[in-house]
């Protein structure tokens, strides 16, 4: 019998690249299960409800924190998203990996209520590339990129609490270092 998989929980600050390495990993190895969180916010032009998000109005996300339903949940920009608990333990059960991909509260978060989950930290090659990657969007105010640098640097401070950091040169080399960690082959 081979060992359950663990959680594995991809976090790190804004800008380092968290969802292009998830979407380049789903693409080579489509059996790993990528947890869909639940938001309050309305769904973008395209988006799918359970394909990118579980969409709920207030009540039903209030409700869902209050039967202890969400694994973790966190309030960004007005909205708020949360990881249903059930299914990513049923795909668990299943034998099947799972991955999360959170921000650093989030992680906070599963790290206290699952206390064997894997945390992987996903860090820039240095500060001014992430600056560089912030700034280079160019879809932001100046205000808001300067809010977004001020978190990053919290959330880059907060590496030591994680099991794993892994430094997002290329994002071929980060997702074969993520599948070896979540011992996928």
């Known amino acids: ?37 639940a938001t309050t916010r309305r769904p973008r032009p395209g988006e799918r409800h359970g394909v990118q998000y579980f969409f709920v109005d207030d009540e039903e996300f209030d409700k869902l924190v209050a039967n202890g339903e969400l694994l973790e949940w966190a309030e960004f920009a007005g909205n708020r998203y949360g990881t249903p608990r059930r299914a990513v333990l049923e795909r668990l059960e299943a034998g099947e990996p799972v991955l999360l991909e959170i921000d650093l509260q989030g992680a906070r978060l599963v790290r206290e209520s699952m206390p064997e989950a894997q945390l992987v930290f996903l860090a820039p090659p240095g500060w001014e590339e992430l600056v560089r990657r912030l700034t280079g969007r160019g879809t932001e105010s100046p205000e808001v990129i300067e809010r977004r640098l001020a978190a990053a640097r919290v959330e880059l401070a907060a590496e030591s609490e994680f099991d794993v950091t892994l430094v997002n040169t290329s994002v071929e080399d980060v997702s074969h270092e993520l599948l070896a960690l979540m011992k996928v082959s």
């Not at 081979?2 to 790190?12: A, F, H, M, Q």
Request: proline residues 8%; aromatic residues 2%.
């Open 1 to 37: 019998m081979s060992e359950r998989p663990r959680l594995t929980v991809l976090s790190g600050p804004s800008g380092v690249g968290k969802s292009t390495v998830v979407a380049h990993l789903r693409k080579v190895h489509p059996e790993i299960w990528l947890s869909v969180s």
